[in-house]
């Protein structure tokens, strides 16, 4: 089936730096995408949103770009900090009566002081 | 945001018995949950979307005998792992969105560990 998927598996930044965490979708029918923060032994915490009619939001230090040409998802974290440091994924919403969520196969973040 | 939570965070059992999870909404009604499965360095895997005061639905591949799903109220949905096997001890993670459509809440997720 299809799936949501990562270009890079781990990411080690200098605290202090910006932070962009790519995710690649394959669904085009798509239309509704979220970032999650995981730390270890937790639930996934939300932390930014983003529908298919937008290309660009704006959080608290984060940003997250949609291309639909593409089918890529990045997620910018302005002014990494050692609490950032956490596996983030991509979730995609394909529609559908349930709106389940599929998700990526997740970046671990460094930030190291 | 909204408050999922899940119980027990823990738990340790032996081969053959069953165990089950709660899920709960504490500030919000939720006629959707769903439950996820996490092995350690992967991503969430869907297992099944629970509904309120019907029959969950199962994704393919996932045992419905196996992993029972009942959503009996509007803030509850448990899952029971049957004749639990070391093979099911995973992380179990639910979620409920405040409405279809928006971001989904995730519980603290559920630490199975079947000896």
């Known amino acids: 089936g299809e799936s949501v998927g990562l270009h890079l598996p781990t990411l080690s930044v200098q605290e202090g730096d910006n932070s962009i965490i790519n995710c690649a979708y394959s669904?085009?029918?798509?239309?509704?995408f979220i970032w999650y923060k995981q730390e270890s032994g937790k639930g996934p915490q939300f932390i930014i949103d983003?529908?298919?009619?937008?290309d660009k939001r704006q959080g608290q230090r984060v940003t997250v770009l949609l291309n639909k040409t593409v089918k890529h998802l990045s997620l910018q974290i302005a002014a990494t900090q050692p609490g950032d440091s956490a596996v983030y994924f991509c979730?995609?919403?394909?529609?559908?009566?349930?709106?389940?969520?599929?998700f990526g196969k997740g970046t671990l973040l460094t930030v190291n002081p | 945001g909204a408050v999922v939570s899940q119980h027990p965070s823990r738990v340790i059992c032996k081969s053959g018995t069953s165990v089950k999870i709660e899920c709960r909404s504490l500030?919000?009604?939720?006629?959707?949950m769903f439950w996820y499965r996490q092995f350690p360095k992967q991503s969430l895997m869907l297992m099944a979307t629970?509904?309120?005061?019907?029959?969950?639905?199962?994704e393919q591949g996932v045992e419905k005998d196996k992993f029972l799903i009942n959503h009996a109220s509007l803030t509850l949905s448990t899952l029971t792992v049957t004749s639990a096997h070391p093979e099911d001890s995973s992380f179990y993670i639910c979620?409920?969105?405040?409405?279809?459509?928006?971001?989904?809440?995730f519980g603290q997720g559920t630490r199975l560990t079947v000896v």
């Open positions: 979620s409920a969105p405040l409405k279809l459509g928006t971001e989904a809440f």
């Open positions: 669904n085009s029918a798509s239309d509704y």
């Open positions: 983003i529908r298919s009619n937008m």
């Open positions: 979730a995609e919403n394909s529609g559908g009566s349930n709106y389940k969520l599929t």
């Open positions: 500030d919000f009604q939720a006629t959707t």
């Open positions: 629970s509904n309120e005061g019907s029959k969950a639905t199962y």
